[in-house]
């Protein structure tokens, strides 16, 4: 079975550019999460979607925003980029999303932002 | 804001040793604690978790201690192997939150050594 898929592997960006990172859930998964982890440090949660909804946001600028479509996948947009937004960029998916659901996670996109 | 505070940021153990990593947290709302490990280049994995209404959980060579009184939770590796050295994280989430916001710690870098 397929895991996690996010696509790209890699991205390099100059400051001020847009990116929208991608990532397929987990068949029969119905929520995504999106993580941001800078290196040497553990993941920082940004945002949560169920049923194309949002259900939760981290402590993240408003650059930042994403969306879940009927077929469960995700896009992570980032507006402005700053070089403080380089970083390993995770998606998680679970069933369906509650707290004590196991989150599986994908390999990442590592951006790159100069 | 750090909730969730990990120690070592790096440990070096003997192959056939006893691995040991701590967090603790403040936020006593915490209620479900689950363990990450992560291999270069990929996302982190599952190893186990618990929920603060036992001291102790143990899965083969993997056992979770947890003390609620002091807000702190353990990791122990029983007969550590070359295929464990990867990096650890510590996480936490409230139900109460309403969704699957994972609260990580900053990690553990394990080597094992033969």
């Known amino acids: 079975d397929a895991g996690v898929t996010q696509s790209p592997t890699h991205l390099i960006k100059t400051r001020g550019q847009h990116v929208t990172l991608r990532c397929s859930p987990i068949?029969?998964?119905?929520?995504v999460s999106w993580y941001q982890q800078v290196l040497g440090q553990g993941p920082q949660f940004i945002f949560q979607y169920y049923e194309k909804e949002e259900r939760g946001r981290g402590n993240f600028p408003d650059r930042f925003s994403a969306r879940q479509f009927p077929n469960y996948s995700s896009e992570l947009n980032v507006n402005a980029l700053l070089l403080g937004d380089s970083a390993l960029y995770l998606c998680?998916?679970?069933?369906?999303?509650?707290?004590?659901?196991?989150?599986?996670f994908g390999p990442g996109t590592r951006l790159t932002v100069l | 804001q750090q909730q969730v505070k990990q120690s070592p940021q790096s440990l070096i153990v003997q192959k056939g040793g006893i691995s040991i990593i701590n967090c603790a947290y403040e936020?006593?709302?915490?209620?479900?604690f689950p363990w990450y490990q992560q291999f270069p280049g990929k996302g982190p994995a599952l190893l186990i978790a618990?929920?603060?209404?036992?001291s102790e959980k143990k899965e083969g060579r993997f056992t979770i201690s947890f003390n609620k009184s002091a807000k702190q939770f353990s990791l122990h590796i029983m007969d550590s192997q070359p295929g464990d050295s990867a990096t650890y994280f510590c996480a936490a989430t409230d139900i109460n939150f309403g969704n699957e916001k994972l609260t990580f710690g900053t990690g553990t870098r394990l080597t094992i050594i033969p």
């Open positions: 936020n006593t709302a915490f209620d479900y």
């Open positions: 618990i929920r603060p209404d036992v």
């Open positions: 068949s029969g998964h119905k929520s």
């Open positions: 998680a998916s679970s069933l369906v999303g509650r707290s004590t659901d196991t989150q599986y």
